[in-house]
């Protein structure tokens, strides 16, 4: 089973700061099936990403992905006061799908 | 496009079952998979399992192989995870959602709202 390992657990910023969250692996992420979701307190997750840098529908392009292998990034340009909530990664590449822990972006 | 609609929350001894149903409204039901992906309080994200209802086949992740059970009726676009033996640890809000299969897993677009399940005695 590949683990996904989610860093910071916590990121403290301000509205209109750039938001970087790293999803690492425990070992490689065939052909880039890697996904980004949100979510907010008492809501379901929202994809956001999917194949590491395509944006779902109707996702701003202030979210942006990258990576392969191992390592991979969820990127916000420039947080909006609703972008405040908890990031997911997954992985789709094995037959064991797998979660990372989540990042948390909270208002500093 | 694609609504998941599930049922509403749960309360059950321990021991007992529960049966959760997904709803789906717009699209093709049967042409693409529902998984059950389940979050304990201030926890993450654990995969249960799916089913292609076309196939009418399902799989399981090992850690609930024999206790969980994933059905669909295709005539009423609605797929059912049932979970067995409950136990406390088993509390948990349980989410369907649309899987998008790439070879043989995928991501998660749309997910249902999610249904509380409370195991207590």
């Known amino acids: 089973e590949i683990v996904l390992t989610q860093s910071p657990g916590t990121l403290s910023l301000s509205p209109g700061e750039r938001a970087t969250l790293s999803c690492r692996a425990s070992?490689?992420?065939?052909?880039?099936?890697l996904a980004w979701y949100q979510q907010k307190p008492g809501q379901a997750p929202r994809l956001l990403i999917y194949?590491?840098?395509s944006r779902a529908t109707g996702i701003p392009d202030r979210f942006s992905g990258s990576g392969s292998g191992t390592d991979f990034t969820l990127t916000i340009s420039r947080l909006e006061p609703e972008d405040f909530a908890v990031y997911y990664c997954?992985?789709?590449?094995?037959?064991?799908?797998?979660f990372g822990g989540g990042t948390k972006v909270e208002i500093k | 496009q694609v609504q998941l609609v599930q049922s509403g929350a749960e309360v059950k001894k321990p021991g007992s079952s529960v049966k959760v149903s997904c709803k789906a409204s717009?699209?093709?039901?049967?042409?693409?998979?529902i998984s059950w992906v389940r979050q304990a309080p201030g926890q993450g994200l654990e995969w249960m399992g799916r089913?292609?209802?076309?196939?009418?086949?399902?799989n399981y992740a090992q850690k609930f192989q024999g206790r969980v059970t994933i059905t669909a009726d295709k005539s009423t676009s609605t797929a059912y995870m049932e979970l067995s033996s409950l136990r406390s640890e088993d509390t948990a809000v349980y989410y369907c959602?649309?899987?998008?299969?790439?070879?043989?897993?995928?991501?998660?677009?749309?997910w249902g709202q999610g249904t509380l399940v409370t195991v207590s005695s």
């Open positions: 959602a649309r899987e998008t299969v790439v070879v043989t897993t995928g991501w998660f677009d749309p």
């Open positions: 717009g699209g093709t039901f049967s042409s693409y998979a």
């Open positions: 089913i292609i209802p076309i196939l009418g086949i399902a």
């Open positions: 070992q490689s992420v065939s052909s880039s099936y």
């Open positions: 194949g590491a840098s």
């Open positions: 997954q992985q789709y590449g094995s037959s064991a799908l797998t």
